[in-house]
């Protein structure tokens, strides 16, 4: 005779704040995990309201026009070529705040200057005294 699901459960060690708590946490865990790629698109839009630029601009055209437009989850390859823009951007800012480029970003006599107050790439300069 096979018993039901209620019936294998030993009363006297059963705890069932324990358990109960962590079949919460197990179902939230599943429910973010669901959604992972949402709160991906929430930080990359986040991104791009932070930092607005040119360089940022691709995020939201990303999102909405590949990711939202697909009719099941965007794939890997989407994953992986997002993950490398994002590193490249890291890439460049990292290097434009590099103290060799005191020069060409803030003294207003060179064309570098000039030409990146034009153009909000959304590169945060370094503040140099």
């Known amino acids: 005779m096979q018993l039901k699901p209620w019936q294998k459960i030993d009363l006297e060690t059963f705890d069932s704040w324990k358990t109960l708590g962590m079949n919460y946490l197990s179902l939230i865990y599943k429910i973010i ?11 990359m839009l986040s991104a791009t309201y932070s930092n607005a630029g040119l360089l940022y601009m691709v995020y939201p055209f990303m999102i ?3 990711a939202l437009l697909e009719e099941s989850k965007p794939t890997s390859r989407f994953w992986f070529i997002t993950i490398m823009y994002t590193q490249l951007i890291i890439l460049v800012q990292f290097t434009v705040q590099l103290t060799v ?11 570098m200057y000039a030409w990146t107050l034009q153009i909000n790439l959304g590169i945060v300069y370094p503040r140099f005294l």
């Open 64 to 66: 909405f026009g590949y």
């Open 101 to 111: 480029w005191n020069y060409y970003f803030v003294e207003e006599t060179t064309k």
């Open 33 to 43: 995990s669901s959604y992972t790629e949402w709160i991906c698109y929430i930080f």
